[in-house]
């Protein structure tokens, strides 16, 4: 059964990923983009993947198309074109990397055995040790938030380099402050009073639900970073449908920014409070007595940390492209 | 030990291969990045089915269950996928960008008006 | 405070970025990013000492043994490279203010030092790392900084230029990441130390085989090994002045020490069967860059352009070093790794200055700048000297070990088409002289001399002496190398050339 | 009991992929925009109401079904006006219903344009 | 480690000058005179130099290691402190004759010429100082850059064209010739250090030795050994003072010095009279010499024909030094000190006609004698000196390589010596005999007495009467050529 599940959804992805070869027009790529994620996510789930299928509906579903449809509605669609002549050098290219890859997988331990190298060396102790060292029944969330933690650190990191990069990159000149949209009236001549309504109702309801995400994630699927998605889908939401000004005068653009780089200072605290006690960095046993509540308190605030800057990152990142999407309308 | 049991592989494989063309091959900016987007995902999916463990259950300890898939491969592509939409943000930042200097985010027209001036 | 010294050159540039986005004056980012640079600088050389002093030192972040948790192990080559980046970058960032104002706008100046520091942190960690996943890490803040950095360059092509840059470098991190992933496959683990013990018994794997290749060609599109360099140029020419005086002297420098610590650290190429073939082709292709890249430089008629083709040439010499795989050759590698970066940082910090008071770095434009600005000139005929490899600059040692390893080798035509390519390099700098002293300026034929803002001045002169100087004192440098050479390979092949290394220099800084 | 349940929910899960399906169906086979949003929209509310309901009835604890709920209180709320930003949206891009064929627009009642 | 101020002192005072130069450059008197006060200063610490030397306690230097077990060495030796003085006092001369060539001349940029002036000797004094080959190749290298700025003083298209080749040339052979001849040399050696009796062992493969010989001599661009002598005529396009000192004495006697240096302590003249491939390269020096006196008769242009009269003199002493027999090298170390004096006199007076005759020509010089008969007469003894005749200083040096010649019993190159000394008589002697006497029926110009600038007279003196005078008192140089290891007879 299990196997026919997974055969299934990989048919299912290579045929998007076909259909995206061949399709052409931008929107409709975007969305066979979506679907992917979808697809992906829900393949993880059967690799038992839980928090990775989680982060990828979020982000591969969520996060990605929704860039990438701001972007197609500041640049256009594009008209289809026709197709070029065979891009030999590309297949050629392909080819050899396919090949290099399949002979990588050869001498691979096969699909599945609990006997492979991966499966004995490092990960058992995650999955023999974590209960008694960390306390905590997600043991992707132990290795993520304290064995790995400094990994992680690196993770905030790179999103909030993303948020600094496209702040500098969108910046218009001339404009105070970088990126930050333009406080104009609401514009929009048209209300969406359905979903206006519907939104009202749902958006209290995913910020609860986010926050369920952070503070659960020791023990089910879910933590910071998917947490920070959901809270910056939440807002996201609110302004696709109230406007950006509007938007933006409830959560304003510089708090956002500042929390970006709060929530990353979060993290580094939590890891240098170990340093000055002369313990290594990131060591969460000094924050109790007892290392196991000194695990919980250390992943808490690491975990907080991440949920803050994903959060505002992505929030600083929508705020950027739909205010270009704005200046491309007016 | 037969071929099955690489056939998640491989698939995965083809996957990867079909991104890395639309990378290579479409001259689009935005199909680029979502070329490199499914790259990067089918690279998640490698990884994530060496992760599989047949048999076992979502890394989440619970009661009576003994056999578990490995975390750690679930751990790095959580951080990778980060990676990724970081890079895909950056990427579409850039091609707004492009697109409000040149009125195009075609490569080809892109190198031609570089070319003419 | 020990203890922590392996972290703290890291650390530093990490939690000092988000603190610098919190700032609201550039002056105050820049006087910080700077500060937060020299810092770095300082703990990396007091850490070179330790190193030297003691040998190698672990650190195991979150108190959890490797390979269980991350670990830092610093040996001297890390040690090295975190000196090298981290003093390039603190003269750079130092240095940078004035350009910074001149080509940058007002609003991106804080967020442009904030990624300058992502960019340092980034670089450092890659430097500092024992695990090879959290050096992917590390590489993506760096490269995603990077992109950001470039396409900050004035002209619209910079856009286009930091996008190529972007795909390519992504890419390249992809692969990296499936050649990881096949090792991780096979051995469990991710930590450096622990997957050079456990690959060799593996023997001669296939897997293990395409995960090299994955890492190298991955590594090298990062290091822009010829036929892997085009997004290079782009880059390069159309970054803004200072940012490609900080990529240039660093980020390939990075790339090629993951390429080192992969090929002999991780892998042992130098004992497994893969070495015969990758070394003719890293030799064929880093040859191949040598000339490829000088011509392009020789026929460009940016000068800042063909500085970046000279790097593409610069870093064929450096895969040369790799590809003959001894001791010798790889103490080469790294010598010159150092040396490049001190001419590459002295030149395009000059080419910022020009760029500042002439509004661009063609030739044409250059007419008659030795006389406008003497001291700047200067600064890059020193520099360039030392590219060229004149006897008494850092460029000459470089040449020298190179050649040395070759004919150990007994690779005469290889030592013979080195050193021709340094004749290319003449040709291209002497361009330079010939238009900056002998030929006038017909729209200004008399502007009087107006040189280089003082800091930008003093951290250009400052490089180009230490070309002079580590053409004369060549301990640091070479002492370091010959050691980082002999812990890849293994001692026992140290002695190759019937050379002990060096005595470790006392001290870790100039 | 458990049983009875059993077949109660595997009666619902049938169901339930059964108008999935006919929605597929209908989304292919439709003339027009309208028609083929018609037939998923209406058709995906029910079916993964019954769905959810079958996976509820196979469940031995309270948690679950709780969760799946909400699940559905959630997806009660947005297919609908999903469905309807979909409309609304082609409506305003200039998308009109046409005849079975697919071949013209329909004529409008008067004031609409 | 003794003296090794005075060896700082020679190598400091360059620079040291040049920043002075720098601070005075808008009041040439003052600038003009430091520079002869540097001249002035430099030649006696020389001298002092040599009474070290001559109290048998020779001041050395080595530094800290720059590459393993090697450094940079100074050191004092018999040939490299005849090197040293010869530069050094014909600097200060070069000095009294720029100042006048140089105003007379109206030229620009002359902060630019005294300062690249300073730094060549400088470069120059590093060079016959220089302990190890590898000190000698960082001043090698950096005479040649300091040198260019000279030659393409002009400015002109004509000058960039020149100084391409000459740096080209100079630059090409030393990096791809010379540094993998030293680099291999330290491979297989694992010494640079110069030793009398050379550091070869005796296990040392031929082969490798008959490789090395033929990178070193071709590797030394600077001795303008063919095909590689392109550079020194083209260096021609200087201002006549740079293609005195630097074209007719230091650049090029660096290039020869260096190669004896390289036989006498690298080599040593046994095992140098051993390799295979000498004698090939005997062979070549011999043509190099005839060939170029032969290109010298056809050059109408005066710079020009002393330039080829230089590479054809050049392959004298390179021929000298490859006999590997004592009397060639007395011969080669005497030749580098006439030859010196001699070809510095002629250049001096052909800047002496281009500045107060405004000729280049040598169809042009005839009658000249009659205007110019100071500096025509200076010409004619000058030439009589290259030749090797009476009464002047190059007889003993072409005795000396007459008789090496004959040691070594190479006929045919002997026979090669007298032909070109017949050769040099033509092209160099004809010349200020037509000057004076220029027969025929051609009316002879009406010229009245017009010679150069006083400063370009005081010098031309100066070098002429040097020349008459090493002809009479030739002991001291002996003296000190006697030294060399290995040489005598």
């Known amino acids: ?172 000149p001339g404009q105070r402050g970088s990126a930050r949209p333009r406080y104009t009236p609401g514009s929009h001549s048209e209300p969406h009073t359905i979903l206006q309504v519907v939104s009202k109702i749902l958006i209290p309801f995913i910020l ?116 270009q999407f704005e200046m491309a309308e007016g | 030990m037969d071929v099955l049991s690489y056939f998640n592989y491989w698939v995965v494989v083809v996957l990867m291969m079909l991104g890395f063309f639309i990378v290579i091959a479409r001259a689009n900016l935005v199909k680029k990045l979502i070329g490199l987007n499914i790259f990067q995902t089918s690279v998640f999916i490698l990884y994530i089915s060496t992760g599989k463990v047949a048999g076992g259950a979502a890394p989440i300890l619970t009661e009576g269950v003994t056999l578990y898939s490995n975390p750690l491969p679930h751990v790095l592509i959580l951080t990778a996928i980060v990676v990724g939409i970081a890079t895909t943000s950056v990427g579409l930042a850039l091609v707004i960008r492009i697109h409000a200097a040149y009125g195009s985010v075609n490569q080809n027209d892109i190198l031609q008006q570089d070319q003419q001036c | 405070m020990l203890s922590q010294l392996a972290l703290l050159p890291v650390l530093l540039p990490l939690i000092g970025a988000p603190a610098c986005a919190v700032l609201r004056r550039p002056t105050a980012a820049w006087a910080f990013a700077s500060t937060v640079a020299v810092l770095a600088f300082v703990a990396a050389a007091a850490l070179l000492q330790a190193t030297a002093r003691q040998g190698v030192i672990h650190y195991a972040f979150g108190g959890w043994a490797a390979p269980w948790g991350i670990e830092y192990r610093i040996d001297l080559l890390n040690a090295f490279v975190l000196l090298l980046v981290s003093g390039i970058a603190a003269v750079v960032l130092v240095a940078s203010r004035a350009s910074v104002w001149h080509d940058i706008a007002e609003n991106r100046r804080t967020l442009f030092y904030v990624a300058c520091l992502l960019c340092l942190a980034g670089w450092l960690g890659i430097a500092a790392t024992g695990d090879a996943f959290n050096l992917f890490v590390f590489l993506e803040i760096s490269s995603l900084a990077t992109y950001a950095l470039v396409a900050c360059g004035r002209d619209r092509q910079a856009l286009v230029a930091a996008f190529n840059y972007l795909v390519m470098g992504t890419i390249g991190a992809t692969f990296i990441l499936i050649g990881i992933g096949f090792i991780y496959m096979l051995t469990g683990t991710l930590n450096m130390a622990d997957l050079a013990q456990r690959l060799p018994g593996l023997g001669e794997s296939r897997t293990v085989f395409a995960a090299y290749a994955f890492i190298v060609v991955g590594v090298c599109l990062k290091l822009a090994l010829f036929p892997l360099h085009l997004w290079l140029p782009g880059a390069y020419t159309q970054a803004p002045a200072i940012v490609t005086a900080y990529v240039a002297a660093t980020a390939t420098k990075v790339a090629l020490y993951v390429l080192i610590r992969f090929s002999f650290s991780v892998f042992h190429l130098e004992s497994s069967r893969l070495a015969l073939s990758l070394e003719a082709v890293f030799i064929s292709l880093g040859v191949v860059a040598v000339f490829a890249g000088s011509l392009v430089a020789v026929f460009a008629s940016n000068l800042k352009r063909a500085l970046a083709w000279s790097s593409i040439a610069q870093i064929g010499y450096m895969a040369v070093g790799v590809g003959i795989g001894t001791v010798a050759g790889v103490q080469a590698s790294l010598i010159h790794l150092f040396n490049h970066a001190l001419m590459k940082g002295a030149l395009f910090l000059a080419l910022a200055a020009i760029a500042m008071r002439v509004g661009g770095n063609e030739l044409q434009a250059l007419r008659g700048i030795g006389r406008r600005m003497p001291l700047t000139s200067a600064a890059i005929v020193v520099a360039g000297i030392s590219l060229i490899g004149v006897p008494g600059t850092a460029g000459f040692i470089s040449k020298w070990y190179l050649v040395t390893a070759a004919l150990a080798r007994e690779q005469w035509l290889l030592a013979l088409l080195i050193v021709a390519g340094s004749l290319l390099t003449a040709v291209y700098i002497w361009r330079f002289v010939e238009t900056a002293w002998l030929d006038q300026n017909p729209a200004q034929p008399a502007t009087p001399p107006q040189e280089a803002p003082p800091l930008l001045l003093a951290g250009t002169l400052l490089l180009a002496l230490a070309n002079i100087y580590f053409g004369l004192d060549t301990r640091l440098p070479v002492g370091t190398a010959a050691g980082a050479a002999a812990g890849l390979l293994g001692d026992s092949a140290a002695g190759l050339l019937g050379h002990p290394p060096a005595p470790l220099p006392g001290a870790g800084a100039p | 009991m458990s049983a009875v349940l059993a077949i109660l929910s595997g009666a619902c899960l049938l169901l339930g992929s059964f108008l999935l399906l006919t929605g597929a169906l209908g989304f292919l086979r439709f003339a027009d925009f309208y028609a083929r949003l018609h037939a998923c929209g209406v058709t995906e509310t029910l079916a993964t109401a019954l769905i959810i309901l079958g996976l509820m009835l196979l469940s031995d604890s309270y948690l679950p079904p709780f969760k799946l709920l909400l699940i559905l209180l959630f997806v009660l709320f947005s297919s609908p006006t999903a469905s309807h930003a979909l409309a609304k949206a082609a409506w305003n891009a200039g998308v009109r219903p046409r005849d079975n064929q697919g071949k013209r627009d329909l004529p409008l009642p008067a004031g609409e344009r | 480690m003794n003296g090794a101020g005075l060896l700082f002192a020679s190598l400091l005072l360059g620079p040291a000058t040049v920043a002075g130069i720098v601070l005075l450059r808008h009041h040439p008197n003052l600038r003009e005179g430091l520079t002869l006060a540097a001249g002035t200063a430099l030649l006696a610490i020389n001298l002092r130099i040599l009474s070290a030397l001559n109290a048998g306690t020779p001041p050395s230097w080595q530094s800290a290691d720059l590459l393993p077990g090697l450094g940079l060495e100074l050191a004092v030796e018999p040939l490299g402190m005849l090197f040293a003085l010869i530069a050094s006092s014909l600097w200060l001369v070069t000095t009294v004759y720029a100042i006048g060539y140089l105003r007379g001349h109206g030229e620009t940029h002359q902060s630019r010429f005294y300062s690249f002036f300073a730094l060549s000797i400088t470069c120059v004094m590093g060079i016959a100082f220089a302990g190890n080959l590898l000190t000698l190749f960082l001043f090698y290298e950096l005479l040649s850059l300091a040198t260019w700025p000279l030659v393409v003083h002009a400015g002109t298209d004509r000058a960039r064209h020149g100084g391409r080749v000459y740096l080209g040339v100079l630059l090409g052979t030393s990096i791809l010739f010379f540094l993998p001849a030293i680099i291999l040399t330290w491979a297989t050696a694992e010494s640079l250090t110069f030793t009398p009796g050379g550091v070869f062992g005796p296990s040392t493969p031929p082969a490798l030795l008959a490789a090395l010989l033929v990178l070193f001599v071709f590797g030394v661009g600077k001795a303008a050994m063919m095909p590689f002598h392109r550079w020194l005529p083209a260096a021609m396009v200087a201002p006549t003072p740079v293609s005195a000192l630097l074209h007719a004495v230091a650049v090029v006697k660096a290039g020869v010095f260096t190669l004896v240096k390289i036989g006498v302590y690298i080599f040593g003249l046994d095992q140098l009279s051993g390799v295979a491939s000498r004698e090939l390269l005997l062979y070549l020096a011999g043509f190099s010499l005839l060939a170029a006196s032969i290109v010298a008769m056809r050059q109408d242009n005066l710079k020009a024909r002393l330039a080829y009269s230089t590479v054809s003199q050049l392959a004298y002493i390179s021929l000298g030094i490859l006999l590997a027999v004592p009397s060639g090298i007395t011969g080669s170390g005497l030749h580098i000190a006439m030859h010196a004096f001699g070809k510095i006199t002629l250049f001096f007076c052909a800047g002496a006609i281009m500045v107060a005759a405004h000729k280049t020509q040598v169809s042009e010089l005839r009658g000249l004698g009659r205007q110019m008969p100071f500096t025509m007469g200076a010409f004619l003894l000058a030439s009589l000196s290259i030749a090797g005749l009476p009464p002047t200083g190059g007889t003993w040096s072409k005795w000396y390589l007459l008789l090496g010649t004959l040691d070594a019993g190479a006929l045919l190159l002997a026979g090669a010596l007298i032909v070109s000394t017949l050769l040099n008589l033509v092209y160099l002697t004809l010349i200020p005999v037509r000057a004076f006497w220029p027969g025929g029926a051609e009316p002879a110009p009406a010229g009245k007495l017009q010679e150069a600038p006083l400063a370009c007279c005081i010098a031309i003196g100066v070098t002429t009467a040097a020349c008459l005078a090493l002809f009479l008192f030739p002991q001291p140089l002996y003296a000190l050529v006697s030294r060399i290891p290995g040489a005598g007879g």
Do not use: K, W
């Open chain 1, 1 to 172: 059964m299990e196997l026919l599940v997974n055969s299934v959804l990989l048919m299912l992805l290579v045929a998007t990923a076909g259909a995206l070869v061949v399709v052409r027009g931008l929107l409709a790529s975007t969305m066979l983009t979506s679907v992917y994620g979808l697809l992906s996510a829900s393949f993880f789930v059967t690799m038992d993947a839980v928090d990775v299928a989680f982060t990828e509906a979020a982000v591969g579903a969520g996060v990605s198309p929704l860039l990438l449809l701001l972007t197609v509605a500041a640049i256009g669609r594009g008209e289809p074109r026709a197709a070029g002549a065979l891009p030999i050098l590309a297949i050629v290219l392909v080819t050899i990397t396919g090949a290099l890859l399949i002979i990588g997988t050869l001498d691979m331990p096969p699909f599945g055995s609990a006997d492979a190298p991966a499966h004995t060396h490092v990960a058992p102790r995650y999955l023999q040790l974590s209960g008694e060292e960390i306390g905590i029944p997600n043991v992707v969330t132990s290795v993520l938030a304290s064995y790995r933690a400094f990994d992680t650190l690196g993770e905030v990191l790179v999103i909030f380099t993303a948020g600094v990069a496209v702040l500098l990159i969108l910046a218009t």
């Open chain 1, 208 to 323: 609860l639900f986010a926050l369920y995400v952070q503070f659960h994630g020791e023990y089910g699927p879910g933590g910071g970073f998917q947490a920070g998605v959901i809270f910056a889908s939440g807002i996201i939401l609110y302004g696709l449908l109230y406007g950006l000004p509007t938007v933006c005068r409830v959560v304003r653009p510089a708090v956002v920014e500042t929390l970006a780089a709060v929530g990353v200072l979060l993290y580094g605290t939590t890891g240098l409070l170990a340093m000055l006690d002369g313990r290594p960095f990131l060591d969460y046993s000094v924050f109790a007595a007892n290392p196991v509540l000194g695990q919980h308190i250390g992943i808490l605030l690491v975990e907080l940390g991440v949920g803050i800057t994903v959060a505002s990152v992505i929030t600083v990142i929508y705020y950027a492209f739909a205010n």
